[in-house]
């Protein structure tokens, strides 16, 4: 099965998923109790706001529907590691929370007790968090719309610097959420009181080759013949866009290599960097070498990276925790996986190396790939240029 069946092939109708075992598996599915579709039932729950709403406002501020921060209340595992994290590292401080969402992290930080909670986020969404934080007597948090960077929106006098920020900056390709990284390093820079700390603070980039012949069929060769004609030249943009979603465990053939370790207080911001130019993000750039190692026989055809996120505080061990990713697994970010320019057939100890290179361009990302390598039948190196949008 390819690794991206669902996305369904460009020109053709996606077909039924496979079940595999036979007559007593497709038995056991159909007796199987059907799950309801949570994200796409709530996000046709539409607030008051949004009933009065133009399509404009609400096609700009996607993160206002519900079905935008769903994924991140059902996530049990990142909630029980920034719970745990909020009760141990943050009671009695000051925490700013940018990018607060629904305001679930933030009320929790609040209860812990944090001494007070000033929550920010550029959506409407925080509109709804204000509620419910008020509904549920919550009365040491304040939640702000705009971005402090920007200057939309003012911190108040009373909160103005803060022992902790909390903040999911990575992404799936660790700093491609510039606006989110932007806003974090102002803030970071202007409102963190001395000793004070980010939580989480450190990122990982990782890879590994994938074989995935039946999808390279259906998304790259494909276009050789569109329903008669040679649409050949649109290779060339499929190969450059890296696609995200699951990989199933038996596509991997190699072992797992990480290219990028990024700790938060490493970057720098330029004090004239221009608020307005979102598309200039030297300061966010970051790039490493990898040497993946082949485990089995086959013909890799992409290469999938993968983030993870960690939170390390040497003064509080207890509020330490990892949010780990791993292709075939339940992620917290999407792996992301880059056509090779080459089918590249390797042996069980065959060495893939490599370079890459990460520039944010505003929604785009850049992607450098550089790929090395060399056995009895091929001598193979590379250098390609990747857009990922966010």
């Known amino acids: 099965n390819s690794f991206c069946t669902l996305l369904g092939t460009p020109g053709t109708e996606m077909p039924p998923k496979r079940q595999g075992g036979g007559s007593a598996a497709r038995a056991a599915a159909n007796l199987a109790p059907r799950v309801p579709f949570v ?12 009933r009065s709403a133009t399509s404009k406002s609400l096609y700009g501020d ?46 929790l930080a609040a209860k812990a007790p944090a ?13 709804a968090a204000r509620v419910v934080a008020a ?22 006098e009373a909160h103005r610097e803060f ?30 009181a001395a000793g004070g700390t980010v939580c989480p603070n450190k990122a990982e980039l990782s890879v590994v080759g994938i074989a995935d012949y039946q999808y390279k069929c259906d998304t790259v060769d494909y276009w050789d013949s569109v329903y008669g004609f040679n649409m050949a030249p649109m290779k060339d943009l499929v190969m450059r866009e890296p ?30 960097l221009d608020v307005k130019d979102k598309t200039k993000n030297a ?20 290469l999938t990276f993968y983030v ?22 339940a992620n917290p970010w999407s792996e992301v996986s880059a056509a090779l320019p080459e089918a590249l057939p390797v042996f069980a100890g065959d060495v893939v190396s490599g370079h890459v290179r990460i520039e944010p361009k505003g929604n785009d990302t850049e992607i450098t790939l550089s790929v090395k390598l060399s056995n009895d039948l091929i001598q193979h190196e590379s250098t390609t240029v990747h857009h990922f949008q966010y």
């Open 39 to 50: 994200e796409a039932n709530e996000s046709l729950r539409a607030t008051e706001e949004e």
């Open 62 to 107: 996607h993160k206002a529907r519900v079905s935008a921060n769903t994924h991140h209340i059902h996530d049990r595992l990142r909630l029980r590691a920034y719970t745990a994290a909020v009760h141990a590292g943050m009671r009695g401080k000051r925490v700013l929370h940018l990018g607060c969402g629904m305001g679930l992290v933030s009320m």
């Open 115 to 127: 001494a007070h909670v000033v929550a920010v986020d550029t959506s409407t969404i925080v509109n």
């Open 135 to 156: 509904d549920n007597k919550i009365a040491n948090v304040t939640f702000l719309q705009g971005s402090l960077h920007e200057g939309t929106v003012q911190l108040p």
């Open 163 to 192: 022992d902790v920020i909390l903040c999911e900056w990575m992404s799936s390709f660790v700093t491609n959420d510039s606006a989110s990284l932007r806003e974090l390093l102002f803030c970071r820079d202007n409102f963190l």
């Open 243 to 272: 696609t995200g979603c699951p990989i199933p465990k038996h596509l991997i053939k190699s072992k797992p290599c990480t290219t990028i370790s990024l700790d938060v207080f490493d970057l720098k911001q330029p004090k004239d």
């Open 283 to 302: 300061h966010l750039v970051v790039e490493g070498d990898f040497e993946i190692n082949v485990t089995s026989k086959s013909t890799l055809h992409f």
């Open 308 to 329: 993870s996120g960690q939170n390390r505080q040497q003064d509080c061990p207890a509020a330490n925790f990892d949010l780990a990713s791993a292709p075939g697994a």
